[in-house]
């Protein structure tokens, strides 16, 4: 099984100026991927709050990377929002990048947390 990331999808979203063209590529993309068995990461900006875009759709998870303002300190979340055929957490948890990678500490949800 091979792996790819693509980061990120938006730089082509910009090649393509007409929305049904992307929609076409990208899911040429994914038959592409699909065909040769392949493990895909794909970054993207978010959009506009409650717009989703074909990638939403035509993919089997989606995991939000958040950054929250809170009386002045940045606070970081993640969020799974979608992990096709099986349940999955719906909170909000606070997660870090560290030496050993990304370190989400999924007994504590982002509001109750405590900055150290």
């Known amino acids: 099984m091979s792996r790819v990331a693509v980061d990120p999808i ?31 990461i794909i970054t993207s900006d978010i959009g506009e709050p409650g717009r989703f875009g ?10 939000e990377l958040r950054r929250y303002e809170v009386e002045g300190k940045t606070l970081k979340g993640i969020k799974v929002t979608k992990f096709r055929g099986s349940p ?6 606070p997660y870090a990048f560290t030496d050993a990678g990304i370190e989400v500490y999924e007994t504590e949800r982002l509001y109750e947390r405590s900055t150290p």
Do not use: P
Not at 88 to 93: A, G, K, L, P, S
């Open 88 to 93: 999955f957490d719906e909170d909000v948890r």
């Open 54 to 63: 074909i990638e939403d759709y035509l993919t089997s998870g989606v995991i």
């Open 10 to 40: 938006t730089m082509l979203r910009l090649t393509v100026n007409d929305e049904l063209a992307y929609r076409r590529l990208f899911i040429d993309l994914v038959k592409i991927f699909t065909k040769y068995n392949t493990t895909v």
